[in-house]
């Protein structure tokens, strides 16, 4: 199959994606490959390196199976694979910055992110910077001589702001800055970002690709002129993934279109829904028509993932954990992606520039695979515990 997965559907690249069985005697999926050591056939060619696997860390049967099929879904010139999502973001970063440099952050970033940034990147001599997720073409305006990446996240993390790719991107261009995404959110099923000039795209595979919440995986993917560095980066750091993870996510990735457009349709309808619905001031969706940003998303994204927050109407934290305790069939825990539901009460006091204007305190809810009729009866009664309070 054409590595870029042409003139075929989205499902049959999923599934056929990564890896040939005649390689494999035929055996439709690949080999688990555990390995550090890799033998060398003469002191020649391991002086030279000139075999194509040379140590477990740079890669193995199994980790090039996933990466071909990310790639594929890309349209990327390589992937790496990485422990977690987290990871997926800070090597890049760790890859490209250098003490001196100068690093924007979209505000409505994802807070481990804003943690590393303000953490190990500030000791480590980087300026960091955070801008407002609707700035589009007038990052323009912060970018300086010593910019060296643009860290974009879109929609953002809990208040689901779209921001202008294209214009970002352009911006960043011209001075000579590459742009980072966190695309999770969309998957590249739903956004691709270096169809839109995007120089590295990323993803905590931990989400839709696993989809099972029980494994923890990144990817990062970048165009041709940024591999090499890419990949350095990662050999340099060590941080490769285990293969029974890698397969997890592989086979995850297997059935990743059927599972999103379940949570799509679902999540979609219960948005809808909760606009109506007495207690709900505001329903942070960008797929919804009362979106403030619906017409960019509606331009660059064909389609919506599971993850989105509500904001109640008035109220505090007390209404919001009274909302929370109250859900039998959600679960309150962190991350999303997989076959369940989940709520989250929303922080955002680490906000410097996007800190928006609500009428109440935000939850976030992830919408997963049950049916949206019992989902709907169980958010009532959390809007009724909510109400209770007040």
Request: glycine share 10%.
């Amino acid at each position: 199959m054409a590595k870029d997965g042409s003139g075929i559907g989205i499902n049959t690249r999923l599934a056929h994606s990564g890896n040939n069985p005649r390689d494999y005697f035929g055996f439709v999926n690949p080999p688990v490959v555990h390995a550090s050591t890799v033998l060398y056939p003469d002191a020649a060619t391991m002086a030279g390196r000139k075999q194509k696997y040379t140590y477990g860390t740079r890669g193995t049967p199994t980790m090039d199976a996933l990466t071909l099929a990310i790639d594929a879904l890309e349209g990327s010139a390589g992937t790496i694979a990485v422990p977690s999502g987290l990871a997926a973001v800070t090597i890049p970063l760790l890859a490209f910055l250098a003490a001196g440099d100068h690093l924007l952050i979209v505000d409505s970033v994802y807070h481990p992110t804003r943690h590393f940034a303000d953490t190990m990147l500030k000791r480590l001599g980087v300026e960091v910077e955070y801008y407002d997720p609707h700035i589009g073409a007038g990052i323009a305006a912060l970018i300086k001589p010593n910019t060296k990446v643009v860290f974009t996240e879109s929609p953002g993390s809990n208040t689901y702001e779209v921001q202008d790719i294209p214009a970002i991107v352009k911006a960043a261009h011209a001075a000579n800055a590459i742009v980072m995404m966190d695309n999770t959110w969309a998957t590249p099923l739903y956004f691709k970002p270096l169809d839109h000039g995007v120089d590295i795209s990323i993803h905590a595979a931990t989400k839709y690709p696993a989809g099972h919440s029980d494994v923890l995986l990144g990817t990062v993917s970048t165009n041709a002129a940024c591999w090499e560095r890419l990949f350095d980066g990662f050999c340099t750091l060590g941080c490769c993934s285990g293969p029974d993870d890698i397969y997890q996510v592989l086979r995850g990735l297997r059935t990743m279109g059927v599972r999103l457009e379940h949570h799509r349709k679902s999540a979609l309808e219960i948005a809808r829904w909760l606009e109506g619905q007495p207690g709900v001031a505001q329903v942070l969706h960008p797929a919804l028509e009362s979106h403030p940003d619906h017409a960019l998303w509606k331009r660059d994204f064909s389609g919506s993932s599971g993850i989105f927050s509500i904001v109640l109407k008035g109220g505090g934290q007390k209404e919001q954990h009274a909302f929370l305790d109250a859900l039998k069939i959600f679960g309150l825990g962190y991350s999303w992606g997989g076959y369940e539901s989940l709520a989250v009460p929303v922080f955002l006091g680490d906000r410097t520039v996007a800190k928006g204007s609500y009428a109440g305190p935000l939850i976030r809810l992830q919408i997963g695979l049950e049916d949206v009729e019992d989902l709907k009866a169980d958010i009532s009664h959390g809007l009724a515990a909510a109400a209770a309070i007040s």
